[in-house]
C-alpha cells in the first residue's frame, strides 16, 4: 500500500525535497516506516530520538500502524512563537 | 480564527475578531524577531509550517483556553516565510468579562504555540543559519 510522507524544516532540507509516496507493507508503523526512510535518505539517520509522529495530521505513537493513503509527518523539535 | 499566514500580521484584524458586547478586556501578545539571539547576530527568522495541522493544533489551543478560563473569543495568526528584525511572527488576542482570564489564556495560548505546533523556525544570523530547537541535545546527524 502507498503512504505519502511530507517533510519539513530540517527534514525538508535534509531530503532535498517536501514529499515522497512510498510504498510500505500491510502492518507497517510509524517507526519502520522512519527506518526504510533513513535508509532511502541517508542524511535523515540520527534523528530518530527527538521526533514527534503525525499522521493525517494528529499526533500519534510510534507504534501506530499505517493505513493506505495516510498522510505522514515526522516533526522535529517546534520553535514557532 | 485561528490561521497560518504568508502575509504580514495585521493585530487589528485579530482585534476586530474577538471584540464582544460582553467582553470587558481585550489582551493581545505579539511575538516580535529580535536582532540578537544566545550571542549571535540575526538577520532574520524563516519560519516553516506544516499548515493544515498547526492551524487544527492553534484552534485545539484554543479550545483548551475556553475550558480553562471564562473567555469570550480567541484568535491566533501565525506567520510562514521569512521574517524581518521587528516584525512580526505570531499575533494572538483574547477577550473576556474579566482581564484575569484574559491574561491568562493569552499567555497560555503563547506557551502552548511553542510546544506542540508544527511550526518551526530557522534563525539566519552573521556567519550561518539553525534550525531552533535542532541545534542541541540529540540532533540530526550533521553534515552526512
Not at chain 1, 510504498?23 to 519502520?32: A, F, I, P, S, W
Amino acid at each position: 500500500m502507498k503512504v505519502k510522507v511530507k517533510f519539513f524544516a530540517i527534514l525538508r532540507e535534509r531530503v532535498g525535497k517536501g514529499e515522497v509516496v512510498k510504498e510500505v507493507d500491510e502492518g507497517c508503523t510509524v517507526k519502520e516506516l522512519w527506518a526504510t526512510l533513513q535508509k532511502d535518505h541517508p542524511k535523515l539517520a540520527g534523528a530518530q530520538t527527538r521526533l514527534l509522529y503525525a499522521v493525517n495530521q494528529d499526533y500519534v505513537s510510534g507504534d501506530h500502524v499505517l493505513k493506505e493513503r495516510d498522510e505522514v509527518v515526522f516533526v522535529p523539535p517546534v520553535s514557532g512563537g | 480564527m485561528f490561521r497560518v499566514s504568508r502575509e504580514s500580521l495585521n493585530l487589528q484584524e485579530l482585534v476586530d475578531f474577538v471584540t464582544d458586547p460582553e467582553a470587558g478586556a481585550i489582551v493581545t501578545f505579539i511575538g516580535t524577531t529580535r536582532n540578537n539571539n544566545e550571542g549571535r547576530r540575526v538577520i532574520a527568522l524563516d519560519y516553516d509550517a506544516y499548515a493544515e495541522m498547526a492551524e487544527k493544533e492553534l484552534s485545539r489551543i484554543g479550545a483548551q483556553a475556553e475550558q480553562r478560563w471564562k473567555i469570550r473569543r480567541m484568535a491566533i495568526v501565525h506567520r510562514v516565510g521569512p521574517v524581518q528584525i521587528t516584525q512580526s511572527s505570531v499575533a494572538i488576542a483574547v477577550s473576556a468579562a474579566h482581564r484575569a482570564d484574559a491574561f491568562e489564556a493569552c499567555r497560555f495560548a503563547i506557551e502552548e504555540i511553542k510546544k506542540t505546533v508544527p511550526i518551526w523556525k530557522k534563525e539566519v544570523f552573521e556567519g550561518g543559519e539553525v534550525w531552533i530547537g535542532t541545534q542541541s541535545g540529540q540532533p540530526l546527524s550533521p553534515g552526512k
